[in-house]
């Protein structure tokens, strides 16, 4: 099991540029969570897909955030244009089923740097 | 507003005592109660699980409690260790039984020295 793989682990870019962020669940998890997390904020949830379908967006700041799930092993985070206050460690966490108190199994994160 | 708080500065502890980690919520109904280590560099790892019916779990030198009433958690970690030192969450969910993404807490630095 290699657990929720998450890349870049690390990510620099300017002002007005556009990001995209990936993930690739555990085989198998069908519920998956994008959190992001900063000192001031902790760690809020963003958006999150059972069976590749978005089921609750209301975490996503602006327009300029979007997110996809084209397939069950693969995801990504996108923002357009990226401004210096996305700065974060982005996380993604995948579930075997919406069960309920099953525990999120979380990747090592995207560190994002907005310059 | 839902709020989760826990003990916002570093809790230092001498190794061998025990380390309590409190996490206080209002406006709030978890169905349950989950507490996860994050080390730096790293995601959440989850440890323990307590639904609102249970007041104690144990597991290993771990225990946590889970008072509705107070609408508190406590965490404890008993015969604390240097590799204990680590950022430790709760995060609440089920809200009125959904098993919905969990809401989080900022978390506690802890630091077990030697």
């Known amino acids: 099991d290699a657990g929720v793989i998450q890349s870049p682990r690390h990510e620099v870019t300017e002002m007005g540029q556009e990001v995209t962020l990936r993930c690739k669940p555990i085989?198998?998890?069908?519920?998956l969570f994008w959190y992001r997390q900063t000192m001031m904020r902790g760690l809020e949830l963003l958006i999150y897909?059972?069976?590749?379908?978005?089921?609750?967006d209301s975490g996503m700041p602006e327009d300029r955030f979007s997110a996809k799930m084209p397939n069950a092993s693969f995801s990504t985070l996108k923002i357009q244009p990226s401004e210096p206050r996305d700065s974060a460690v982005y996380f993604c966490?995948?579930?075997?089923?919406?069960?309920?108190?099953?525990?999120?199994?979380f990747g090592n994160g995207t560190r994002l740097t907005v310059t | 507003s839902q709020k989760i708080e826990q003990n916002s500065e570093a809790l230092n502890i001498q190794e061998g005592k025990t380390a309590t980690l409190t996490c206080n919520y209002t406006?709030?109904?978890?169905?349950?109660l989950q507490w996860y280590r994050q080390d730096p560099g790293r995601g959440p790892v989850f440890l323990l699980l307590?639904?609102?019916?249970?007041k104690e779990k144990r597991k290993e030198r771990l225990k946590v409690t889970f008072d509705t009433t107070l609408k508190q958690s406590l965490f404890h970690i008993t015969a604390s260790q240097p590799a204990d030192s680590a950022t430790y969450l709760c995060?609440?969910?089920?809200?009125?039984?959904?098993?919905?993404?969990?809401?989080f807490g900022k978390g506690t630095h802890l630091i077990i020295q030697p």
């Open positions: 995060a609440l969910g089920g809200e009125g039984g959904g098993a919905d993404g969990l809401t």
């Open positions: 897909f059972n069976n590749n379908v978005p089921i609750d």
């Open positions: 085989s198998g998890h069908n519920s």
């Open positions: 406006n709030y109904s978890p169905a349950y």
């Open positions: 307590i639904r609102e019916n249970e």
């Open positions: 966490a995948s579930l075997p089923d919406r069960g309920v108190a099953s525990p999120l199994h």
